[in-house]
């Protein structure tokens, strides 16, 4: 079956730090996603994007944050000063675009603020 | 209220059991509901889908929405040691994929 890549898989950084945090979608997918899950906590929504553009964001997704796919293969989460409350797994995923249909995620980037 | 609760568990069943996983949700607007599974250092896999109130089943799997009590299940029949993960349970109001999720249940069934 065809898989979300995340890279990478652990990303250590300092607070106040900025990280990039990559994700290769499904080839043929148009709608692309990002959510987080902090340690014991619920998995929650960032952001939704299709088109080159942002589609929905949450209350969390704030300026500190941006997306971006610079090419046709890579979708990117961009923390610009990283807190310590950022630290969190950070989840990819994708979908093809026709109705009602499955939702793939990545493995994840583990992503730890010091 | 939470909008979605779902109890962590952990659950230990023996295998061959018949496992129950259960959420409440307080938001009337969510008209989907899935069930993920989740393996350790993995990321959600998802397992059913199904659209508003009623019974969905594939092959040891079966989901249960009851709009009305807005709750929903999750059965796992003839449970295997691979059934082992977290399953969350997961909602979505639209054709969006906005999804709130439970904070998931640790099963493990033991051979």
């Known amino acids: 079956e065809p898989e979300v890549t995340q890279t990478p898989s652990h990303q250590v950084t300092q607070m106040g730090q900025e990280v990039i945090l990559r994700c290769v979608p499904i080839s043929n997918h148009l709608y692309f996603y990002w959510y987080r899950q902090i340690l014991g906590q619920k998995v929650e929504f960032l952001v939704s994007f299709y088109n080159n553009e942002i589609s929905e964001k949450s209350e969390i997704f704030d300026d500190q944050f941006s997306v971006e796919r610079p090419d046709g293969s890579n979708f990117t989460l961009k923390i610009r000063s990283t807190k310590l409350e950022d630290s969190a797994m950070y989840f990819c995923a994708s979908r093809s675009g026709s109705s009602n249909e499955k939702l793939f995620f990545g493995s994840g980037t583990q992503l730890s603020v010091l | 209220q939470k909008e979605v609760e779902q109890d962590p568990g952990p659950l230990s069943v023996p295998e061959g059991a018949i496992v129950s996983l259960n959420c409440t949700y307080s938001n009337s607007a969510f008209q989907y509901f899935m069930w993920y599974r989740q393996y350790s250092r993995k990321g959600p896999e998802l397992l059913m889908y199904?659209?508003?109130?009623g019974n969905k089943e594939d092959g040891r799997f079966t989901a249960q929405v009851d709009k009305s009590s807005k709750y929903i299940s999750l059965f796992i029949r003839d449970s295997q040691p691979s059934d082992s993960a977290t399953y969350l349970c997961?909602?979505?109001?639209?054709?969006?994929?906005?999804?709130?999720f439970g904070k998931g249940t640790l099963l493990t069934v033991n051979p």
């Open positions: 997961a909602m979505k109001e639209g054709s969006n994929y906005k999804l709130t």
């Open positions: 199904t659209y508003s109130s």
